[in-house]
């Protein structure tokens, strides 16, 4: 246990320091995967720009199997952390088992549903006759690897669990790396296009999940995988589920902001607009997910102190994750703000493209300047175990407010008005959240409170 033991006695600065910064690194890493595919797919000559839009409308279904993902990383791993620093580590090891089990029922239903039905799909989340074929190309490969992308995603947060960033932060840069060099080989090498894109990413995704799974199941993992603990146990899949419901319908409803927002875009606008969104999920990607890395390798910290009951430690933790994600986020979002052509400018060539997304993105981005602190206040309740208050915040920003807004605003101000939907849903949610979060949070750490988790 000395590695477990080391979230709840190493001096915090420097704990968060070994924590985050490979934490961090893995997620930069990580949205190379789709990142890259965009970049080298925006660059085919003659057709990067319809390739880019026809590879964009998948983005709703990959990050729907994600976020599946995220029920067995986000639920099951700050339980397991918990438990061990609660010193049962045999039943955090039946968490694990268990989430692994999830996972690969996972991927047998998604594979099943969406190789079944992803031509309806994709036209219905904004492809065109001019577009489809690309996308269904890219998926129809993707989904081949829907395994693997669980089974990598799903398990590297049990690795930072057990303190081993520098681990998990291994398998993401292996893949990584694979996916960088294969990409421009299979796309313009090869002259696969879309499809060696697709190829290049599933070859990563193997990869990183058998890296993943190698390192669970070997001797350097405190809390090793036991093949005897891969198994349906109901009871702990009621724990993951109603801790990891929050993170999941966070991603989940990600998908149907893609949707909602491209059918708009399709209808209002058209092929051109659908690649503006395109572009710039690919930016928020690229500084929202080196931040949730952040908050990501801080979480065990809070989860391990609270499970021994150390709530000035748990304390002293949120505080500098909460004003640090701020911070950051404040900083990347008002480049994003500030410099919009040169940002679209690494996705494609199309001027006509770049000129529309220097008009639209500062006013898409706008709501993510205050959006850090809602970041640093939802891992804060996921990892103290408050399924419900950080299920509340998940379903605010998007069902009930952005995903309406979206319908609403373009019926009064057109195409531009299923770009405001973004940034009035990103301020009205993180000042919920804050206020969610002074309301509870001294209630949350009580001896009272810690005795519900354990039962």
Known sequence: MEENNRLGVTPLPKLMLQMAVPAVVAQIINVLYNIVDR?????????GSAALTGVGVTFPIITMITAFSNIVGSGGAP????????????????????????????AACLMAVFYIFKVPFLYLFGASDATIGYGNSYLSIYLGGTVFVLLALGLNPYIIAQ???????????????????????FIFVFGWGVA?????????????????????TGKKADLALKWSDIR???????????????????MFTDSLMSIILNRGLQIYGGDLYVGSLTIMQSVMQLYTVPLNGFTQGIQPIISFNYGRGDFDRVKRTYRA????????MFGVALA???????????????QELIRLVGKVMPVFMFGMLFFGLQNGIQPTFVGLGQAKLSLTIAILRKIVLLIPLALILPLHFGVMGVYYAEPISDILSVTVAVILFLTNIRKILSRESLGKIRQ
């Open 39 to 47: 970049i080298y797919i925006g660059h085919i000559q003659g057709v």
């Open 79 to 106: 339980l397991s952390a918990i438990w061990m620093g609660k010193g049962d580590k045999e039943y955090a090891g039946k968490i694990m088992g268990t989430g692994v089990a999830m996972l690969l029922f996972f």
């Open 163 to 185: 303190g081993k960033p520098k681990a998990a932060m291994g398998s993401v840069l292996l893949g990584a790396a694979l996916n960088i060099a294969l990409d421009p080989l």
């Open 196 to 216: 060696g894109a697709a190829i290049a990413t599933v070859i990563s995704q193997f990869f990183s999940a058998l890296w993943v799974i190698l390192f669970l």
């Open 232 to 250: 349906m146990d109901f009871r702990i899949i009621r724990r993951i589920a109603a801790l990891g419901v929050a993170p999941f319908v966070m």
């Open 321 to 328: 994750m909460i004003g640090l994600s701020f911070c950051l």
């Open 336 to 350: 994003a703000v500030l410099f919009p052509e040169p940002l679209a400018k690494v996705f494609t060539t199309d």
